[in-house]
Nanobody
Framework: QVQLVESGGGLVQAGGSLRLSCATS???????????MGWYRQAPGKQREMVAS????????NYAASVKGRFTISRDSAKNTVYLQMNNVKPEDTAVYYC????????????WGQGTQVTVSS
């Protein structure tokens, strides 16, 4: 079992910056089995969408078109933490942001955090 705890959300003005953190905990074997981690977001009345993802080794990242060039995903393996640096935020970035950990393969498993609210004022 893997537990994910997000932090760093809050209220920020348009054009500002915010950094989200996702701390991972659990049994070492479970954490080591994670292949990919990512950030998703869900705005009121909308479906949850992928924002950014990063492979376990950090060698490959992927971004939604709407955040490319503004957001950066990174990870600190020593701290079992994934970050989302959000720069030049826009009101449309307002949403609950969720951390996700994915184990691929025959026993595919997805873990989710509880979410952290990001509100961007214009």
């Amino acid at each position: 079992q893997v537990q994910l705890v997000e932090s760093g959300g809050g209220l920020v003005q348009a054009g500002g910056s915010l950094r989200l953190s996702c701390a991972t905990s659990g049994k070492i074997a479970a954490i080591s089995s994670i292949n990919k981690m990512g950030w998703y977001r869900q705005a009121p009345g909308k479906q949850r969408e992928m924002v950014a993802s990063i492979t376990s080794g950090g060698s490959s990242t992927n971004y939604a078109a709407s955040v490319k060039g503004r957001f950066t995903i990174s990870r600190d393996s020593a701290k079992n933490t994934v970050y989302l640096q959000m720069n030049n935020v826009k009101p449309e970035d307002t949403a609950v942001y969720y951390c996700n950990a994915l184990k691929l393969g025959p026993t595919r498993r997805a873990y989710w955090g509880q979410g952290t609210q990001v509100t961007v004022s214009s």
